[in-house]
């Protein structure tokens, strides 16, 4: 027989491991068919068909798996997952302890299955008396994995995970949190969440409310870093159940919901939901208060005088100026307070489907996603400016994303530029102007000139090294082409922080009376910037220059979603290494300095197959000599 190749296998897992079951099925069930005593690839097929959802055939496949090699906890302890979620507590436990004993005690994954399921049960205590060593050493395991870069994200969600069951939840959140950040895939969130939602169903008060408050975290995490690029979503505020309109007539608003809103709002191509549909255990105010602020489109339905709705869409108008959609039933009559809103009424009665009032719709939500006009008298007459406040990264951590087949890498570095040590190259994102910003402006490129200046002894700036050099090769010049970079000395940055030289780069553009925008081909600043890195005759540092920070440039300037600006940055570098093999260039690195900077990073690194899962560490290697 021939034997399996495991190069073919190793790439099947890598697709597993991102959620691409589909694309992993067939090629699994060929390497069963050409090795059918494989216990791996049977139980790889269990896994997947348990992803799908296929709970029967993944226990078959799993019990031949374990017929084939017994001794294969991960087996063991899928199928106890398979047990789990077909309701069947007492076998998913048998599983869990089975893969616990054959690992002596030793595997994390089956210990904190069977403790989740214990304390589903209510029996928590009594299993932390048996396994509270076991326990321990395994969080010991999960910290050691995590600080080496190894297993990564499983073995934070499990660090949380035995945080939780030890009733260390601030601790727990921090894990959970980091863990997100590691994943490659939304389907490692689900994984994780597995354990939580059986402890929220837990009869000891505590527990429930703990694992409560971590889905409700998991859940406002995927939806900051998972959140799919291009897919808008819209947020339905109604009454549901069957109510009596004005007129007296029966109106049964979830069918109202199902044959008419959802099929329109669907039609538009956007994500149609409602609070009853988030089957997610969790605080519900606090998750209806997220959707109804990041929700792109709202239809507010205003038929009954429902305290519910009106206090939604009072919400939502405070803190979303558009788009903001109005309906009523045939029958409504809108309150004084509203009554000077437009609003799109519709007959569904006798479960007729209204195609008028559906094309109303259709075209209100186009055109409020089209236009920049508001539709809120809140924010008409208040004048507000509601943002999610930015919550600053203070770590200096480091996450690193193989490139395939090549050796190189790129790399997320978080927090404050001033913590960052070992970087040849910074780029400064500048104006086509090449004016450096002044030193108490809200900006990298204040910061690079300031720490990049000789001090006086009081820390007064006695020569502007960086803006002087910069000015010198402009040679009174007003401005550069769109995209162009200049090479610069480093200043006093070079004995602080071991740069070698910075790379101005032209990438926003002034206009008079309207202020800066992203240049239009901004991704060319990147090509530009590695281009000077592998030129020793204009880089100022010379040969074998091998690593270089950008900042996210433009989107501090650009308008709606960052992801495409940000994108084509990514695939610039990508495309500008596969390009240059000879390259000295080893490590690509973007500066994410708070939560949300890191959140679009990883949305948009994770969208590129070439890239392997991330490592982190926490400074970056040294340069070389």
Known sequence: MQPIPGADLALIETWIAKGQFERALKPLESLALSDPTSARVWKNLGVVQQQLGKHTQAEKLLLHAIELDGGDIDAHCSLGGVYRSQGDLAQAAAQFEQGLALSNNQSTFAL???????????????????YGD?????????????????????????????????????????????????????????????????????PVERTRADAIDVLALIDALKNEYFAEPNRKRCFVIMPFGTKLDAADEQVDFDAVYENFIKPTIESEGLECIRCDEVDE???????????????????????????NVFYELGIRHTLHRAVTIIIRNRN??????????????YDCSRGAIDPEARGRIRRAISAGLGEDASDSHVYETLGLRISDPPRVIGRCDVYGYPIRNSGRRLALITGDLRNVRGIEVWVNSENTNMQMARFFDFAISSMIRFEGARKSRTGHVAEDLIQNQLDEIMCGERSVPEAAVIATGPGELQSKYGVQAIFHAASVRGTIGEGYEPVRDIQRCITNA????????????????????????????????????????????????????????????FLAWSEQELALCQSVLRSFDVLGAPVRSRQPPAAHA
């Open 332 to 345: 409504a009559t809108l309150p004084f307070n509203i009554a000077n809103l437009n609003a799109i009424e």
């Open 134 to 202: 076991a326990l321990d050493a395994g969080a010991a395991r999960c910290a050691e994995d995590f600080e080496a870069g190894r297993n990564l994200p499983w073995a934070c969600f499990d660090l949380a995970q035995c945080h939780f069951l030890r009733g260390d939840l601030a601790d727990c959140r921090d894990a959970v949190t980091e863990a997100v950040r590691l994943a490659n895939a939304g389907w490692q969130l689900d994984s994780a969440t597995a354990s939580y939602r059986l402890m929220a169903e837990s």
């Open 112 to 130: 904190l299955n069977y403790l989740a399921t214990c304390a589903r049960a209510g029996t928590l205590d009594s299993a932390l008396a048996r």
């Open 530 to 589: 590695l281009a000077l890195m592998d030129d020793p005759t204009a880089n100022v540092a010379g040969r074998g220059l091998s690593s270089i920070l950008f900042p996210l440039m433009g989107i501090g300037f650009a308008r709606g979603d960052f992801r495409p600006l940000l994108h084509r940055q990514v695939e610039a570098a990508l495309e500008y290494l596969a390009g240059h093999p000879d390259s000295a260039i080893e490590t690509i690195y």
């Open 281 to 307: 255990a969790g605080n519900i105010h606090k998750r209806m208060f997220q959707m109804i602020w990041r929700a792109d489109v709202a239809i507010a339905d205003v038929s009954l005088p429902n305290p």
